[in-house]
């Protein structure tokens, strides 16, 4: 079973990030499953550090997005991602020695997602969805988007 459920109010109406933010919410329900279904460790282990990988990616590209579009409180905005970077990697190196902390972060992950997602996310929205508009109008593909996508997500 989903330990956590997308609802509608985690919609920022930017059709790219809502993508990245539901693809994390999946990835915590596998840790959830990985953790239950009793798999081990290893399988455990390999979901976290997929979790991980994807969500630094995902922040790189919010924050490159905001900047991009000239979103005024983009510094301050990286400054809370990587405050959770630092708190994420704690709980890794807590797993990689033994501990087991999953409870712990399956919580702070849904938690802090989705307070996350609904303040901070929400603020950029309007400023990032006007520059993209703006941006499909006058690029052609392969511009900016695409090549900050290929480069954040091989
Ligand atoms: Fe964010």
Same mark, same amino acid.
């Given at each position: ?52 990988? &994807? ?56 938690? +802090? ?10 603020? &950029? ?18 511009? +900016? ?10």
């Amino acid at each position: 079973m989903a330990l956590l459920i997308w609802q509608d109010n985690l919609n920022t109406g930017i059709e790219i990030i809502d993508g990245q933010h539901q693809r994390i919410v999946e990835m915590i329900n596998q840790l959830h499953n990985a953790q239950v279904g009793g798999h081990g460790n290893v399988l455990v282990g390999e979901v976290l550090d997929e979790l991980i990988d &994807y969500t630094l990616s995902h922040f790189a590209f919010e924050e490159e997005l905001m900047e991009e579009a000239g979103y005024p409180f983009h510094a301050a905005h990286k400054r809370v991602h990587d405050i959770f970077t630092k708190r994420v990697s704690e709980y890794r190196m807590r797993f990689q020695s033994g501990e087991d902390v999953t409870d712990e972060l399956k919580g702070m992950l849904s938690r +802090w997602l989705f307070n996350h997602i609904r303040s901070d996310d929400k603020a &950029y929205a309007e400023t990032v969805k006007q520059h993209l508009n703006h941006f499909a109008r006058t690029h052609q593909e392969g511009g +900016w988007l695409g090549r900050t996508l290929k480069r954040l997500f091989k």
